[in-house]
């Protein structure tokens, strides 16, 4: 994608929470969130192009590691994953979905 610029970039913000917890645990009955979905974010992931608004993703270590490192051994970054999620979205596919 022409004019695209990715960055992982260290959370400060301990109020933001991992998405990918957020996402597993989600929210309960009453509207507050699983206790296990309030986990403060340590990465911020941002990817933005001229035509889009910037897209932020937070995840906590864990679930970095675990996006990360896949069940056969490979190692696939987040860098690299967000990369090929911009590609394949150009292509037409869902962006979460290349992040799930
Ligand atoms: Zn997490």
Same mark, same amino acid.
């Given at each position: 994608? #022409?004019?695209?610029?990715? /960055?992982?970039?260290?959370? /400060?913000?301990?109020?933001? !929470?991992?998405? $990918?917890?957020?996402?597993? !645990? ?8 699983? #206790? ?6 340590? !990465? ?10 910037? #897209? ?13 490192? !896949?069940?056969?051994?490979? $190692? $696939? /970054? ?16 869902? $962006? ?5």
């Amino acid at each position: 994608m #022409i004019g695209a610029t990715l /960055s992982l970039i260290r959370n /400060s913000n301990k109020n933001q !929470w991992c998405d $990918y917890c957020k996402t597993r !645990w989600g929210q309960l009955k009453d509207g507050t969130w699983h #206790i296990k979905a309030q986990v403060p974010a340590v !990465w911020k992931a941002v990817s933005e192009s001229p035509k889009r608004n910037g #897209i932020t993703r937070f995840y906590c270590q864990d679930c970095a590691n675990e996006v990360q490192n !896949w069940p056969d051994g490979t $190692y $696939y /970054s987040l860098k690299q994953q967000l990369e090929d999620a911009i590609t394949h979205y150009q292509k037409g596919a869902y $962006y979460d979905e290349q992040l799930a």
